[in-house]
């Protein structure tokens, strides 16, 4: 596809625009600011990406790997306002999944020890969590609010914050999983996934892609489960004082 051919799809764009405008939404300055970033940085990444494929340069696919770490833990932890260190927590449990899922995928021979395959599959499963991290983040505070009689009342009984909060943070796990369990159970009903027809548009057969695609959908499952249990064991004290009093956080 030639860049005057990409151009043409800015019609789009501004048909978004003119809605948004016409029904008086107020959207037209997020929708240009955002057309603008998406564009700039996916072609950023685009030449990034097509040095690092040429050169295998692993220190530049560590150092890839932890920005996207960094901005998908600084992107999460904007749920968690009001929680002091919040995102080194979300960082910390994006890393050990990230680390936990190409331990697997690499020990296992399903994808090469290449940029090629290691940058795209780390990009999508850190994507998925930072998600994740959000919805916990969001949810915890949530669940913490509407159940503040329940956790008193289990604290003056002798119950530990983690214990008070057993209930609290099942919820909350539960609650951050429904996207990608959801994603499971339509994925290849009501949508086609966008790596499988990527794919299938670049010329690969669809079984094949289908199989990567089954290897994206289960990566998912495992670093949503993952991601969303270590913030249940790092993040519960979080919404507590120090003298074990809830915290009351501004409305999302």
């Known amino acids: 596809m030639t860049l005057f051919a990409l151009s043409f799809t800015l019609l789009f764009v501004f048909a978004t625009m003119l809605i948004s405008y016409w029904q008086k939404l107020g959207l037209e300055k997020e929708i240009a600011i955002g057309t603008v970033r998406s564009s700039v940085q996916l072609l950023l990444i685009g ?5 690092i494929f040429q050169t295998e340069n692993y ?4 150092l890839i790997i932890t920005i996207m770490i960094g901005v998908a833990s ?12 919040v995102i080194w927590r979300i960082a910390f449990s994006i890393a050990v999944m990230e680390l936990l899922m190409m331990a697997m995928l690499l020990g296992l021979h399903l994808i090469k020890s290449t940029p090629q395959y290691i940058i795209p599959l780390s990009g999508m499963t850190i994507g998925n969590a930072m998600v994740v991290s959000g919805l916990f983040m969001n949810q915890l505070k949530r669940e913490a609010h509407s159940s503040r009689g329940e956790i008193d009342t289990l604290l003056s009984l002798g119950a530990s914050a983690k214990q008070a909060l057993h209930e609290v943070r099942k919820r909350a796990v539960k609650f951050s999983m429904i996207p990608t369990i959801d994603g499971m159970k339509t994925v290849g009903l009501v949508q086609l996934p966008g790596m499988m027809t990527g794919m299938i548009i670049a010329g690969a057969e669809p ?3 289908v199989r990567y695609q ?12 993952i991601t969303s249990m270590l913030l249940s064991m ?12 809830l915290k009351t956080f501004a409305k999302d």
Do not use: H, P
């Open 74 to 85: 600084w992107n999460a932890s904007k749920r968690g306002e009001g929680m002091k260190g």
């Open 214 to 225: 089954i290897l994206i959908v289960f990566s998912f499952t495992g670093s949503a489960a």
């Open 47 to 51: 030449y990034v990406l097509q040095y």
């Open 207 to 209: 079984v094949e892609a």
């Open 234 to 245: 790092l993040c519960y004290k979080l919404v507590f004082t120090k003298d074990l009093q």
């Open 59 to 62: 220190l530049l696919l560590v």
